[in-house]
């Protein structure tokens, strides 16, 4: 199918071709069509797909016809998890209306109220929006909803794991009944579909193939490591192997970030930290900086690196796994974008075996094993029944506000270069 099939307006599919797209992805072919027909849909694909063009352009297409009612306030609503997703899709709008005569503009957590409550004031036709920040603004009966058409919840199991559950719900009680709901989730089970039963009224349901269980085009690895320096010198390893173009290394705290990315800054590495404890201007600023190339390897927790969307992150290199094993595969999902091969390594530590066995049920596959000639364990590996039983930390919840970032990009870095041929051999060379 080809982009001119689905019944977009040219003032659309100007700005999609000039993007460089040929064709659209499984979920526009399937999501697209659904949403011209004012139909409500949930849909389970994750970042990576082209979920968001599947809601914008569409939306766009709505807003192309004018308003029927009266006032100021936005046509359509969207609500990420995070600020950097919401900056994200905020970005996706401004390209594909290029051509367009459309408002738009975000209301996110950790930025100055004055600009906002002043774009709230004027006309808007697309608001894009962590729900923390925009209740604030609801409270002080700063926005008008009577115009709302079209609600998107973005990444919807993110937001309910974040705590954000109260605040969609009432968020969605303050837009008109008769709005359209789009709901797009990784996954559409347990809470996620107990909402959509809630908020959206005979929705189509479109899943992507298993797309949240499996990364074709992600190679995965890991190395047993017996400790953290031990993990640090393998990840130095990688890193200056020359194989790697952008990287994106999570651990599991701030502090880690910190710790980690400074250490390799003493190595010469052009790294730096991303967590939430930074500003939003630093955080924006440090993606930024990997976006553009002045970094290389971004060192950070889950939570700052949701949402981040650069295209040519060749290696995301788990330092610590995540508690939750859902996580394993949104981190990865950095990596392998728009039809990019990507590389995840994971540096398994005596404290992660119990997660490497709780993700590779998830993922249905068992990860490769892969030794580093020079920085072998002095172990082996524990049997599965003698794995520590680890309790999970429960998540953090946040009342208000969120906290991201996220990284991707496409393309061509040394395709085929490393990951491949290291997998075959399960041993790789240590750098010289
Ligand atoms: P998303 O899943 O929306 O975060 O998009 C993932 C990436 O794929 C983004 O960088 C998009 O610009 C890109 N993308 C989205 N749709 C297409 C398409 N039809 N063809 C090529 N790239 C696309």
Redesign the pocket.
Known sequence: MQFDQLNLDPRILEPVKK???????DI?QRAIPVVLSGADLMASAQ???????AFVLPALQRILRPSRKSGNGPRVLVLTPTRELAMQVNQ?IRQFSRCSKVSTGSIIGGMAYGPQLRMLRGRLDLLVATPGRLLDHMEQGKVDFSRLEILVLDEADRMLDMGFIDAVKDIAAATPKDRQTLLFSATLEGRVLQVAKQLLKNPESIALAASNKRHKSIEQHMHHADSKAHKQKLLEHHLESGRLFKSLVFTATKRGAEQVAKVLRSKNLKSAALHGDMSQNKRRQTVENLRKGRIETLVATDVAARGL?I?DISHVINYDLPTVAEDYIHRIGRTG??SATGFAISLVGPADWKKLSQIEKLIGQKVKREIVDGLEPSSSEPRASSRAEQKPRPRRKFSKGAKSAST?K?GSWRKGQSGSKQSKSFRVKKAA
């Open positions: 993007s460089g797209f040929i064709k659209p992805t526009q970042t990576g797909t082209g979920k968001t063009a996706n969307d295209k974008r728009a991707r496409p």
